[in-house]
């Protein structure tokens, strides 16, 4: 019933080490778009910190325009909005260190496992974070 003589001891490991390799470049490449996708949700959460701040910002500004009255707060919605996109931009731009030193450490400990893409998402948060800080900018120069 066997189609041919067994393989040998050498062929087995080579085969083995085939089968490994393959693996390990998978397990790698899914660990790498997993990163991605944690990057991604932090984009999100970020974005949506920096608009809700702004958003803040320029609903009560628009309101305060038929007030006559100058009343007193706590904390003005500039500040709470100023406090919600700083939030957005400090946690977007730890998210981006994050990923950068695990992708290194990717590249590094998994040389042979390349060539490593240029990731969408690190463009993108980069980006976003720099929208974040013109948004602070904006909201912290205006009265």
Known sequence: MSSGPAPSSNELAATRTKLADSRTHLAVTRTMVALDRTLMAWVRTSTSLISFGFTIYKFFQY????????????????EVGLVMISLGVVALFMATLDYRNQMQ???AD???YG?????????LAALMCGLGVI?????????
């Open 63 to 78: 309101l305060r325009q038929g007030e006559k009255t100058n009343v007193e707060h706590l904390l003005s919605p500039r």
């Open 105 to 107: 450490k990717m590249r």
């Open 110 to 112: 998994y040389r042979d």
């Open 115 to 123: 060539p490593f893409h240029v990731s969408i998402a690190g463009t």
């Open 135 to 143: 948004g602070f900018v904006l909201v912290f120069l205006r009265q």
